[in-house]
């Protein structure tokens, strides 16, 4: 299966952050800043697990991490900090299931893969194509298959998320 045209780029290539298992909400979106701008915000996303993710992490990198990622409440600030310091992509052994749908709805790009927490240590390279599922250790050469994404949800996210990707297709029909 190929990704549909646009945002999403074929392969998202960067360093790894490394996380544990039941990352929640809370730590990706302290709610002492539940209200403030997106720009202080971000200063606090996982800093309570790795106080240097917040000012360490680079546009393109990689958070891996163990199961259940994204559990607690359903806060939608908790993918928008990782969109917002320019992470490329979360690939976890598992994830919440409603900070899933709101990564894929903003147009972060998640990929549920057992078996990444063994194969990756912190500050490897990583390469993840989301069309096939794929992620690759670039320091081991190490190949893992994860869970493949649904085509819808490889649409939303090719779209940049689904604000994006309704527009586009109210542009579509307006212009019949």
Avoid at 47 to 65: C, K, L, M, Q, Y
Avoid at 102 to 115: D, F, K, Q, R, W
Avoid at 137 to 143: C, D, F, P, V
Wanted: overall charge negative.
């Amino acid at each position: 299966m190929s990704t549909p045209e646009g945002w999403l780029p074929e392969v998202i290539r960067g360093r790894v952050w490394k996380f544990g298992d039941d990352i929640s909400t809370d730590l990706l979106a302290p709610g002492a800043y539940a209200v403030a701008p997106l720009e202080e915000r971000k200063r606090h996303v996982l800093e309570s697990v790795n106080p240097r993710f917040p000012e360490e992490v680079r546009p393109g990198d990689i958070v891996v991490a163990g199961r259940n990622f994204g559990c607690g409440s359903s806060r939608e600030t908790a993918p928008e900090g990782l969109k917002a310091l320019g992470v490329g992509c979360v690939v976890a052994e598992s994830f919440s299931r409603l900070f899933f749908r709101n990564a894929i709805a903003i147009g972060l790009p998640v990929l549920p893969c057992p078996g990444i927490v063994e194969a990756f240590e912190e500050g490897d390279l990583a390469e993840v194509e989301i069309s096939s599922a794929t992620v690759r250790n670039l320091r081991t050469g190490q190949a893992i298959q994860g869970r493949s994404l649904p085509r819808e949800m490889l649409e939303v996210l090719a779209a940049g998320g689904i604000l994006p990707l309704l527009k586009a297709h109210g542009q579509e029909l307006s212009q019949r």
